[in-house]
Every structure is written in structure tokens, then in C-alpha cells.
């Protein structure tokens, strides 16, 4: 079935970008019926959803985040990506990356989460 | 402060009936059966348990259901057993600019 897994830096110091890369395993990025999703939670908190790729590169973001955040899709290497400027220690947080079905929005599976530090 | 709206916490003891409901507004919830509902255990990634309102994936037990009424979803779980206790985040589409809306989350301890 398919897997995703993300990896990168676990620490960045403010003001710098953070970087991190979904591979999917299991199946094709390429796939129509899904979008390809980023997600994080801070510690003891809730989800935030943060955007998402098409496999053609359309990407949607969250307005809140919006022009911090772009998100790219690797389809040779079968992986997408996050790239978040500016970073404060507000995100310091676990990032997710997630299989989101296209009709209905449901996301599965999930990676098993990176957890990234802001600090210098 | 969540788009959607969850109680912080909801407690039941094995073998009880509990629910968690997620309030939205005609936007999300009220306006489209794209809700979906997550658990995650302490340190793990959240599960996908319920999608397009009452729909159960392959491997979910039947023990868990979800239900709408206007703004409001609802997950119940019927027959709680120490394994439920985790915290359930419910999701919805929006018509808003931000596509995607979370709950804010909601811990169930099973007493």
C-alpha cells in the first residue's frame, strides 16, 4: 500500500528556510484522483493544514502561511516538497505530509511526521 | 483559534457510548459531506476513521460512526475500550479561501 515518509532538517535557525521532502512509496505521485498535502502540529496543539500539490504542480496554500510557503512535486523521484521562509519559533512544530483525496478531502495515509525546531 | 469547533475533552468508561461533535458553518460542515474524522495516539500520526461524514475505511472497526446534523458532525463510539482513548480531530472542505479546516482536536479518556 502506499507509504509516505518525510525527511529533512530538524532544526533551522530563525529567519531561515525550512525544507522538507515527502517520497511516496507504494504507488505513483502521478496518480489523478489525489492532491499532495503538507500538515503541521505544534506541540500540544491541533492540525494545521498548510497546502497542497497536484501532480500537474497546481498548488493551493493556507492564506495565513501563504507567502511564506511553496510547495513543488518531484514526479521523476516520486517525492513533493516543502519550503517554508522566514521561520519563527511560532513554527516549530511536528510537519506531516498526507494523501489527500481529491473528491472528498479525506486524508490516508499519513507520514509518521518530522518534528522541526526553530532555534538558534 | 480552529475553524471547527470540538469539545477539549469527552471521558467514558469501557463499554459505554461516547460522542464528539464538530461544529462548523453552512461553509464547511453545513454545506458539504466532506467531513472526515482522525485519531492519533500520543506520538503517532493521526488515522483517517471516518470520511464524507458516515463512511468507514477498510479496517476500521464498526464500533465508530459519524453522523450530520446542519453545522454539526458527530462521531460516536459505541463499546469504548482502553485502545480508543486518544485525541479525534475532526475535518472538513470549505468553500473559504483556505480549502482545508481542522478541529481544534478532542482527548477521550476512557475511565
Known amino acids: 500500500q502506499v507509504q509516505l515518509q518525510e525527511s529533512g532538517p530538524g532544526l533551522v535557525k530563525p529567519s531561515q528556510t525550512l525544507s522538507l521532502t515527502c517520497t511516496v512509496s507504494?504507488?505513483?505521485?502521478?496518480?489523478?484522483?489525489?492532491?499532495w498535502s503538507w500538515i503541521r502540529q505544534p506541540a500540544g496543539k491541533g492540525l494545521e493544514w498548510i497546502g497542497r500539490?497536484?501532480?500537474?504542480?497546481?498548488?493551493n496554500y493556507n492564506p495565513s502561511l501563504k507567502s511564506r510557503v511553496t510547495i513543488s512535486v518531484d514526479t521523476s523521484k516520486n517525492q513533493f516538497s516543502l519550503k517554508l521562509s522566514s521561520v519563527t519559533a511560532a513554527d516549530t512544530a511536528v510537519y506531516y505530509c498526507a494523501r489527500e483525496d481529491i473528491a472528498v478531502n479525506w486524508f490516508d495515509p499519513w507520514g509518521q511526521g518530522t518534528l522541526v525546531t526553530v532555534s538558534s | 483559534q480552529s475553524a471547527l469547533t470540538q469539545p477539549a475533552s469527552v471521558s467514558g468508561s469501557p463499554g459505554q457510548s461516547i460522542t464528539i461533535s464538530c461544529t462548523g458553518t453552512s461553509s464547511d460542515v453545513g454545506g458539504y459531506n466532506y467531513v472526515s474524522w482522525y485519531q492519533q495516539h500520543p506520538g503517532k500520526a493521526p488515522k483517517l476513521m471516518i470520511y464524507?461524514?458516515?463512511n468507514r475505511p477498510s479496517g476500521v472497526s464498526n464500533r465508530f460512526s459519524g453522523s450530520k446534523s446542519g453545522n454539526t458532525a458527530s462521531l460516536t463510539i459505541s463499546g469504548l475500550q482502553a485502545e480508543d482513548e486518544a485525541d479525534y480531530y475532526c475535518?472538513?472542505?470549505?468553500?473559504?479561501?483556505?480549502?482545508?479546516?481542522f478541529g481544534g482536536g478532542t482527548k477521550l479518556t476512557v475511565l
Open positions: 475535518s472538513s472542505y470549505t468553500s473559504s479561501s483556505t480549502y482545508v479546516v
Open positions: 507504494g504507488g505513483s505521485i502521478s496518480s489523478g484522483s489525489y492532491y
Open positions: 500539490i497536484y501532480t500537474s504542480g497546481s498548488t
Open positions: 464524507e461524514v458516515s
